[in-house]
C-alpha cells in the first residue's frame, strides 16, 4: 500500500523510488490519498496507470475529482498560475472502477492481522483523511496535523481556502490524540518525534494563529502583516533556502487567506470601526 502520490511532477522520482524498493508493476495492491490537493493525489492518475491492479482509496468527497479532474485542476489554476506546472502538474484522470470510497472507520487489510483504520479529519479540506496503522501505530496524518520541514524544525499550520475550519481542525486533532498513536507521520514531512507532544503543539498552533487572524480582522488590518509579525521569530532560526521552501509550500498569504474566509464564513462581515 502507498499512501500519498505526492504531486505530478514528482512521479518519475515516486516511481525510481518504488522499484528501488522492488515494487514493480503487478506489486502495488493500493494507493490511499490523505486528500485530494495537487501537492498529496496529483500523481494519482500516472501511479494508477503503471500499476493496473492497484486500487486507488480517496475520502467520499474527493472521489469524483479524481474521476473528472478538471474543476479540481482549474481552480489550482487560479490559485497558481504558471507556478502549477512548474511546481505541481496538473492531474490525469482515475477511471472510477479502480476507486473505493473510504468510510470514517473502514479498516482496509494490508496483510493477516494488519489493517489500514482511517479517519474522518476535515478542518483542512473537507475531503480529508488520516489512516493508522495497525502493524506499526503510525498515524499517517497528511495536512491536518501541519507542515513541518526536516530540517528547520518548526511546525505551522496548513489553512488553506476553501475549505479551512477551526472548530472542525481541532476536532480532528482531539481524534487523533484519542487513538493514542504511536507515531505521527507528517505527509511534509515524515515521522515527527513524540506524537503526544507534536499533536498538543499542533492544537496550540493553530488556535493562536486563527486568534492573530481574528483580531486582525476585527481590527481591519492585514491579516498576512499581522501573522508575519506574530510569528516571526518563530522562523529566525530558518536559513533562507528553508524559509523560501516553507513559503513555497505553506505560505503566509495562502493560510491568511484561508483563515480569512473561515472568518467571513462563521462570523460575517468583518466589523467597521467607528
Request: glycine share 10%; aromatic share 4%; charged share 25%.
Amino acid at each position: 500500500m502507498l499512501i500519498e502520490t505526492g504531486s505530478q511532477s514528482s512521479v518519475p522520482a515516486l516511481l525510481e523510488a518504488l522499484s528501488a524498493h522492488g515494487v514493480e508493476p503487478g506489486g502495488l495492491a493500493g494507493v490511499a490519498v490523505t486528500h485530494i490537493h495537487l501537492d498529496h493525489a496529483g500523481g494519482v492518475g500516472n501511479v494508477a496507470r503503471a500499476f493496473p491492479e492497484a486500487t486507488v482509496y480517496v475520502h467520499e468527497r474527493g472521489a469524483r475529482h479524481l474521476v473528472d479532474p478538471e474543476r479540481l485542476v482549474r481552480s489550482a489554476a487560479r490559485v497558481y498560475g504558471d507556478l502549477l506546472d512548474n511546481l505541481y502538474g496538473r492531474l490525469d484522470p482515475t477511471p472510477a472502477e479502480r476507486i473505493h470510497v473510504l468510510e470514517d472507520g473502514e479498516e482496509v487489510r494490508i496483510g493477516p492481522g494488519h489493517t489500514l483504520t482511517t479517519v474522518d479529519s476535515p478542518g483542512h479540506a473537507k475531503h480529508h483523511l488520516a489512516l493508522h496503522d495497525s502493524g506499526s501505530g503510525i498515524l499517517f496524518a497528511g495536512d491536518a496535523v501541519g507542515v513541518r520541514l526536516p530540517d528547520g524544525g518548526v511546525l505551522r499550520p496548513a489553512t488553506p481556502p476553501a475549505d479551512f475550519d477551526l472548530d472542525q481542525a481541532l476536532n480532528s486533532l482531539r481524534r487523533f490524540r484519542d487513538r493514542r498513536p504511536e507515531g505521527v507521520a507528517l505527509a511534509h514531512y515524515g515521522l515527527v518525534p513524540d506524537p503526544a507532544a507534536i499533536l498538543e503543539e499542533a492544537d496550540e498552533v493553530l488556535r493562536a494563529w486563527a486568534a492573530v487572524a481574528e483580531q486582525a480582522w476585527r481590527d481591519g488590518t492585514d491579516i498576512v502583516l499581522a501573522l508575519e509579525e506574530a510569528f516571526a521569530l518563530d522562523y529566525d532560526g530558518l536559513a533562507p533556502l528553508q524559509r523560501e521552501r516553507m513559503e513555497t509550500l505553506n505560505g503566509v498569504h495562502s493560510n491568511a487567506a484561508g483563515l480569512q474566509r473561515w472568518l467571513e464564513t462563521t462570523k460575517g462581515s468583518a466589523p467597521t470601526s467607528t
